[in-house]
């Protein structure tokens, strides 16, 4: 098989926008997905759903691209390492580990050095372990399930700070990315205010439905009074 080399941007890590953050936190990821769809951007990677019970969590993407052993020279554990340190605090480290699906992406070790240095959560196109040490020290994971194998001698890393995927989805670093009960959203950094604006409106038109059906409005009317059909239509480009 043809050797991947490790590939490392030298980008500086993210700088958080604390504005931002609390307002991709007080809507959905379905808000958001609605809001993409609006805007005709691709941005909802399928089946990366919280590993356990854990907190919702967005922020910029510190990205990680993982291949089967041998594909690649880094070791998986120290690049990994690496991956988290450069992110830094207020990051999401994103692990694109598509290429190796059965094999452990994310550990404890890496989880507890992730809590350390800030990072607020973990989000990966893989399968995970040691999730009993999350919970214990709180650390946010989402993906698509649970081995209990070591990743050393079966996994190699083939950068960091580098353009990724997320069920196909592209994630370059420092794009937003927001995950909670409901799954993943990725946001390109430069769309994040006008995603989020639409989000805002897709929010408010349905608590106003729900409020109206409450109050003993047709539900059938309610929608129709918002066009809540055509709502999401994708903008003429």
Not at 41 to 54: R, S, T
Not at 56 to 76: N, Q
Not at 148 to 164: F, K, L, T
């Amino acid at each position: 098989e043809q050797e991947t080399h490790l590939s490392v941007e030298t980008r500086s890590m993210a700088i958080i926008d604390a504005r931002i953050i609390s307002q991709l936190l007080a809507v959905s990821t379905p808000n958001l997905s609605d809001a993409l769809d609006r805007l005709g951007i691709d941005g909802a990677p399928q089946k990366i759903l919280p590993i356990y019970p854990c907190a919702k969590i967005a922020g910029p993407a510190a990205t990680l691209k993982l291949v089967p052993d041998g594909r690649a020279k880094e070791s998986t554990v120290l690049g990994t390492l690496r991956a988290i340190v450069k992110g830094g605090a207020g990051s999401v480290l994103v692990i694109d580990a598509s290429e190796n699906p059965a094999v452990n992406c994310y550990g404890g070790v890496a989880g507890a050095t992730s809590k350390h240095h800030g990072l607020v959560g973990c989000v990966c196109d893989g399968v995970v372990r040691d999730v009993d040490e999350y919970k214990g020290y709180g650390m946010p994971v989402y993906g698509k399930g649970i081995a209990q194998q070591s990743v050393r001698g079966r996994s190699s890393c083939a950068g960091y700070g580098m353009d990724v995927k997320l069920s196909g989805v592209r994630v370059c670093p420092g794009d937003y990315i927001v995950a909670d009960d409901n799954g993943t959203i990725v946001i390109p950094a430069e769309r994040v205010s006008e995603v989020i604006e639409f989000a805002q409106k897709v929010k408010a038109t349905e608590e106003r439905i729900i409020a109206q059906v409450r109050a003993g409005m047709d539900p059938v009317e309610a929608h129709e009074k918002v066009n809540y059909d055509n709502m999401l239509k994708a903008q003429a480009s």
